[in-house]
């Protein structure tokens, strides 16, 4: 049979400086996975590519520094971008079956439903609950705020699994997201 391969997509933090990316990452390489991720380049780690502990890391540039005011729309945007088309790259030149996408932001569904034509499955790494992130940074219910949740709730649609941090994004997940409840 041959090895399943995992692409992990992060786009608020580096790898492998995202320590719970980077430790599912390495789980599941010590699994037998071929695991690929995409990140954006970082003050410690900004070549291009590099082959870190068997793990491939393409990164892609950030327009800015990440203490710039209103750059969230810019940044996801160029995220977004850079992640199609390097998951385009990647998937030409070894097929993945698995997409693990860690939010913020929730737009990494949008690359998934391309993936999800040849099969593809999706692990909705449930980080943060965005829209409520954004209701207490600037404290309004506004479009953007729906447009967040309209986007977690196509991510909890179209994933396959959700990993949730803790009990109350669990909670989420089973509620707003119509995901089925697991045991722990």
């Known amino acids: 049979m041959k090895q399943k391969h995992i692409l992990f997509i992060v786009e608020n933090d580096g790898v492998p400086e995202d320590t719970r990316v980077w430790n599912e990452a390495c789980a599941a390489r010590e699994y037998g ?14 070549k291009v590519y590099e082959k870190i502990d068997g793990i491939r890391i393409y990164r892609h540039y950030e327009p800015y520094g990440k203490d710039v005011k209103g750059r969230f729309v810019i940044e996801y945007l160029n995220a977004l971008l850079w992640e199609f088309i390097l998951s385009i790259r990647i998937f030409l030149k070894s097929r993945f079956h698995i997409i693990h996408g860690a939010n913020p932001p929730d737009h990494i569904f949008l690359i998934v439903l391309l993936y999800k034509i040849f099969g593809v499955r999706y692990i909705f790494d449930h980080h943060d609950i965005t829209a409520e992130m954004y209701l207490a940074k600037f404290d309004r219910v506004d479009l953007f705020y729906k447009i967040l949740l309209f986007m977690e709730k196509l991510n909890f649609k179209i994933a396959d699994v959700v990993i ?3 009990q109350s994004y669990k909670s989420i997940a089973v509620t707003r997201g119509k995901k089925k409840k697991f045991n722990d």
């Open 33 to 46: 996975y071929k695991v690929t991720a995409i990140s954006p380049k970082t003050k410690l780690y900004s």
């Open 164 to 166: 949730s941090t803790n």
